[in-house]
Nanobody
Framework: VLLQESGPGLVSPSQTLSLACTVSGADITNRHYYWSWIRQAPGKGLERMGAAIKGGNTNYNPARKSRISISRNTPKNQITLELSFVTAEDTAVYYC??????????WGQGTQVTVST
């Protein structure tokens, strides 16, 4: 199973960040898998942003819920993340991660996102 994040490395403040996670070796519609976005800002711990879960549903970190959208692109077997009105505090490495019963088992290599003018 491979997860590959992609997106712009640099985003301007107040814009919308869009990232894609291309999954190979697993079907994103499999009800046993949840697909999470997790990030790590410089000098900080891991922060779960949200996930695409079974039944085509999603759940989000309550602290980010007003700005985040996670969706599936089934033909491309991709999970997408959109984060609106970004600020410098959104600068982080963003990871796409698979969750199964028992925990997160596969991680992408991560993609650096910097919010700056």
């Amino acid at each position: 199973v491979l997860l590959q994040e992609s997106g712009p490395g640099l985003v301007s403040p107040s814009q919308t960040l869009s990232l894609a996670c291309t999954v190979s070796g697993a079907d994103i519609t499999n009800r046993h898998y949840y697909w999470s976005w997790i990030r790590q800002a410089p000098g900080k711990g891991l922060e779960r942003m949200g996930a695409a879960i079974k039944g085509g549903n999603t759940n989000y970190n309550p602290a980010r819920k007003s700005r985040i959208s996670i969706s599936r692109n089934t033909p491309k077997n991709q999970i997408t993340l959109e984060l609106s009105f970004v600020t410098a505090e959104d600068t982080a490495v963003y990871y796409c991660v698979r969750w199964v019963a028992g925990g997160h088992d596969y991680w992408g290599q991560g993609t650096q996102v910097t919010v700056s003018t």
